[in-house]
């Protein structure tokens, strides 16, 4: 990986009304700092649904939990559902320890209708 790449970006989708957000790399401060800022303005403009996709997540700290905990708070304040998709072993069993793992709804895979007829997608570094 290169200086200028950065070890973390966002993929983003809109199905029927529900915003799926796929989290992909390091998720620590740095991407707290520069993901935090679009995860919440994708969830400020998006519908009440909101699922986080953590099956690519490759490293979880602070940072990434404290972007967690920003974007449920900001589904809450909206009124929104907010679920999470089961990461990697190692990213549950972080969430087991910091005893997040009861704050959030996750699933174990996207649900099916969220998979056909994909609408919108962007990517973000």
Known sequence: ???DELAFWLRTRTVGGTTVIE???????????????RVHALVRVADADVVLD???????????IRLLL????????RGGTLRLIRGTP???HILRIVRLDG??????ALPRVLTD?????HRTA
């Open 1 to 3: 990986m290169s200086a």
């Open 54 to 64: 953590l099956r690519a997540v490759t490293f979880l700290d602070a940072g990434g």
């Open 90 to 92: 190692r990213i549950l």
């Open 117 to 121: 007829g994909v609408e919108q997608p």
């Open 23 to 37: 989290l992909h790399g390091e998720l620590d401060m740095l991407a707290h700092r520069e993901l935090g800022p």
């Open 70 to 77: 920003a974007v449920r708070e900001h589904v809450a304040y």
């Open 103 to 108: 704050s959030f709804t996750i699933l174990d």
